[in-house]
């Protein structure tokens, strides 16, 4: 439950006027209502209706001839670090919003909140209760886009925890005011096409198998009724016939041409669907003289979207000459905060257009497998909440959790509206804290990692920040040694940035620099960061990262979408290393380094078992005398 605050009531209010007030505005009328002289608390079902309650009622709705005031209920001991900020412009990009929550401190967690209302709503948890106070005083009125901004407390259960439980406040708000709930990794979902989005889960269940990534289709509205067919018929008989689970998101967007569908199931059990479909709105566009040609539209997360493209658009263009259909791709600025999905459509006949359903979707589950790949090889410390770096084109995020048993992040689940895993939004996870328990001296020392990062000369100023404080905050965020080297000439376009750090903090570290040169307009709306990447290796090992005849480089290559270059000219350093050259988006450059890490650490136990001394002789049996 969320309980709130009802204040400014007239000393004649009575609980059955409360409830009728609730009852008038379609609010979910509850018998837990608390009232006192001038005030009141109401509890409400979950974090939705109370968010409702707030923007309705709250300075509209008037009771006995006063306004009402309606905020969370948030006793002062228990006002910390996290506040709610409501009636966000849902075409606010991410940079915008990541930028505004930043002025006012060190922000550690972004959470989007799943709502009914038109404007996006965030939790955001600040590294201290100070910079959570002044966050909500400079942003409370402060207009954005012509919308003007609400911000109020939310329970921090951390801040909770450390009080003696006379302290926490009735038992009531104990058990229902849970804090925001952390999302679930890897969110690939939700969009402006397909509807609302959805809040994590916080769960302490362990780990369970990744899902399959399933495939999400926009189809025309006037077809919607034929797919569900006369009693839900059609879609029964579709799901049974191809062992598919298929929502259709029609309630949502109200009005809108188009109503999205996601299918969950094997790819075979995912195409097979998707080729029902097509053929049941082919006879209907037939049945109904539609002239209207009716294409295939795929939606896909834009961080999985570069690789389907490959490098100068090669994939695209050989699924199209196998496939013999025309692709199109929506274009980056369609991308908002609602919506980090890009529309892939296919014209063609519907046996041309299912072969290319079926190529798309394998492409896009491979970089869907790289992304999780990425993250499982690089056994990075539990509980760092790797989503909502800012990195990607979209503004919206993408990047797994490296959630364990322990850790605050929730096991995937189908359950909710989000297609992919779980019910979490795009922003969740921004700086999560390690769960409780996984403190620096549980951890083994792992391996100090150096790598050369090599970015525009004039965003020197801006990552550094005013009085170093930008690349201060970076580097304790990170935990990480972060430094600028000296430019080689005065014309220089790039300067190297060295970081220094084991994987954990080079995966943090690296992704904030990608995502402030995002944010900070080095790159335009219809670019991808790409950066080039430097890291060293033994000279013993270029040939093994190199392959016979470039095959393991090649591979490499295909693999990441990154390019990957080890010179042959190059003379060791005095340590026997040289460099490999690695260019490519976040994700990319990531996978190759810890592809190239991974090749490094062969070769080093490789050389170890041979260095090892034989084994002694076993030890003669003494002779019994």
């Not at 996006?120 to 942003?139: D, F, G, I, P, Q």
Request: net charge neutral; hydrophobic share 35%; with cysteine.
């Amino acid at each position: 439950m969320n309980k709130l605050y009802v204040g400014n009531l007239s000393p004649t209010v009575t609980v059955e006027d409360l409830k009728q007030l609730f009852d008038e505005r379609k609010l979910p009328v509850t018998d837990q209502v608390l009232l006192k002289t001038g005030y009141a608390f109401v509890d409400f079902p979950d974090q939705k209706w109370a968010i409702k309650a707030i923007e309705t009622l709250s300075g509209k709705a008037e009771l006995h001839g006063k306004v009402i005031e309606v905020d969370y209920s948030v006793p002062k001991k228990l006002r910390s670090r996290k506040i709610q900020v409501r009636n966000i412009p849902p075409q606010l990009q991410w940079e915008v919003l990541d930028g505004l929550l930043s002025d006012h401190g060190a922000v550690e967690n972004v959470e989007q909140v799943n709502t009914d209302t038109d404007t996006a709503v965030v939790n955001v948890t600040y590294a201290t209760k100070e910079e959570a106070k002044e966050a909500l005083e400079k942003l409370t009125g402060h207009t954005v886009e012509d919308h003007s901004l609400s911000v109020s407390y939310i329970l921090d259960a951390a801040a909770a925890a450390l009080l003696p439980p006379q302290a926490q406040g009735p038992p009531k708000l104990h058990r229902g005011g849970r804090g925001p709930r952390t999302g679930d990794p890897l969110d690939y979902g939700g969009g402006a096409a397909g509807g609302h989005m959805g809040m994590g889960g916080l769960t302490g269940g362990p780990r369970q198998r990744q899902p399959e990534l399933p495939l999400r289709i926009l189809v025309p509205t006037q077809f919607v009724g034929a797919i569900i067919g006369k009693e839900g018929l059609t879609i029964k008989n579709l799901t049974k016939e191809t062992q598919s689970k298929v929502d259709i998101h029609r309630k949502e967007n109200a009005g809108a041409a188009e109503k999205a569908i996601t299918i969950h199931s094997s790819p075979e059990g995912c195409s097979s669907a998707c080729q029902k479909i097509l053929h049941i709105m082919e006879k209907e566009a037939n049945d109904t003289n539609s002239a209207e040609e009716v294409p295939l539209k795929i939606l896909a997360h834009n961080s999985l979207v570069g690789r389907l493209i490959g490098k100068e658009g090669r994939n695209l263009k050989k699924i199209e000459q196998d496939t013999g259909t025309k692709i199109t791709i929506s274009s980056l600025q369609d991308l908002t905060i609602y919506n980090p999905e890009r529309t892939i459509t296919v014209r063609g006949g519907v046996e041309e257009c299912c072969n290319a359903e079926v190529e798309i979707m394998r492409k896009l589950r491979e970089g869907y497998e790289n992304d999780i790949a990425t993250i499982n090889q690089t056994n990075l410390i539990p509980g760092l909440n790797l989503n909502a770096l800012g990195i990607f084109s979209s503004g919206v995020p993408l990047l797994p959790s490296s959630a364990g048993p322990h850790s605050l992040q929730g096991p995937a689940s189908a359950a909710g509206y989000n297609p992919f895993l779980g019910t979490s939004s795009p922003m969740a996870g921004l700086y999560g804290p390690p769960p409780v328990g996984n403190v620096p001296h549980q951890l083994p020392m792992l391996e100090q990692e150096v790598t050369y990062l090599y970015i525009p000369t004039q965003a020197v100023g801006a990552l550094i920040g005013k009085k170093g404080q930008h690349i201060k905050e970076l580097a304790r965020f990170a935990g990480a040694s972060i430094k600028i080297a000296p430019a080689d000439s005065p014309d220089s376009s790039e300067r190297m940035v060295i970081i220094t750090g084991p994987p954990e903090a080079q995966f943090k570290a690296q992704g904030r620099i990608f995502g402030k040169l995002k944010e900070e307009n080095f790159f335009t709306a219809k670019e991808e960061v790409k950066l080039e990447t430097q890291i060293k290796v033994p000279s013993c090992a270029a040939g093994r990262v190199i392959g016979k005849g470039g095959k393991t480089v090649n591979e490499l290559q295909n693999l990441t979408s990154a390019e990957v270059i080890v010179p042959r000219d190059q003379t060791p350093d005095e340590n026997d290393e040289v460099f490999v050259k690695i260019f490519g988006h976040f994700f990319a450059s990531q996978t190759a380094q810890r592809k190239i890490r991974e090749i490094i650490q062969q070769v080093k136990q490789q050389e170890q078992k041979q260095h090892q001394p034989p084994p002694p002789p076993p030890p003669a049996q003494q002779q019994s005398k």
